[in-house]
T-cell receptor
Framework: ELKVEQNPLFLSMQEGKNYTIYCNYS?????LYWYRQDPGKSLESLFV?????AVKQEGRLMASLDTKARLSTLHITAAVHDLSATYFC???????????FGKGTLLTVNP | DAGITQSPRHKVTETGTPVTLRCHQT?????MYWYRQDPGHGLRLIHY???????DKGEVSDGYSVSRSKTEDFLLTLESATSSQTSVYFC??????????????FGSGTRLTVV
């Protein structure tokens, strides 16, 4: 059974600071996704990582994938309040295109 | 969300009553999914479908059934609602994975309260 673990689950940071969210998964997979969810809203796709060593960046967020270590990171650079949200990583495992999600990281960026 | 609609958006129901949630897509995708989202648990898969009349269970399927008689509609039924089924339910569709593809597209969610 595929397990996906995110840490930290709660992250409170100041504007302007840097931090990293980690996503570990338990079985081999070469497809990993990051989603963002604002309170009361649906999930919005942020990044798709489809191979070992993949790196994607958009604005202050950068995601990377190390399939050998079964680890993805979401790095936040110079955080701003607008980045406050819950971030999920999700991994494809097994057949039939099933995504398994981590529990999410609630990010709060304080002025 | 483009191409995927959930209904109703909000519902309050009484314990023991059956409830059906609907997910409708306009993009003819083969794969459809129902997840529930609860604090501390993230999103957990209830059931999924890989074609008309082809469905299978996810990790939290007890107390739920699904049907897919048409490509565009995937129905989730709570056979006899219980308070533990109070949750936010998300439907998702999956395109065949291609480089650059974003995997799943999610509906707006249905907030269900069982009293």
């Amino acid at each position: 059974e595929l397990k996906v673990e995110q840490n930290p689950l709660f992250l409170s940071m100041q504007e302007g600071k840097n931090y990293t969210i980690y996503c570990n998964y338990s079985t081999t997979s070469d497809r990993l996704y990051w989603y963002r969810q604002d309170p009361g809203k649906s999930l919005e796709s942020l990044f798709v990582l489809l191979s070992n060593g993949a790196v994607k960046q958009e604005g202050r967020l950068m995601a990377s994938l190390d399939t050998k270590a079964r680890l993805s990171t979401l790095h936040i650079t110079a955080a701003v309040h607008d980045l406050s949200a819950t971030y999920f990583c999700a991994v494809f495992g097994g057949s039939n295109y099933k995504l398994t999600f981590g529990k999410g990281t609630l990010l709060t960026v304080n002025p | 969300d483009a191409g995927i609609t959930q209904s109703p958006r909000h519902k309050v129901t009484e314990t023991g009553t059956p409830v059906t949630l609907r997910c409708h897509q306009t993009e003819n995708h083969r794969y459809m999914y129902w997840y529930r989202q609860d604090p501390g648990h993230g999103l957990r898969l209830i059931h999924y479908s890989y074609g008309v009349k082809d469905t299978d269970k996810g990790e939290v399927s007890d107390g739920y059934s699904v049907s897919r008689s048409k490509t565009e509609d995937f129905l989730l039924t709570l056979e006899s609602a219980t308070s533990s089924q109070t949750s936010v339910y998300f439907c998702a569709i999956s395109v065949e994975v291609q480089p650059g593809n974003d995997g799943y597209t999610f509906g707006s969610g249905t907030r269900l309260t069982v009293v």
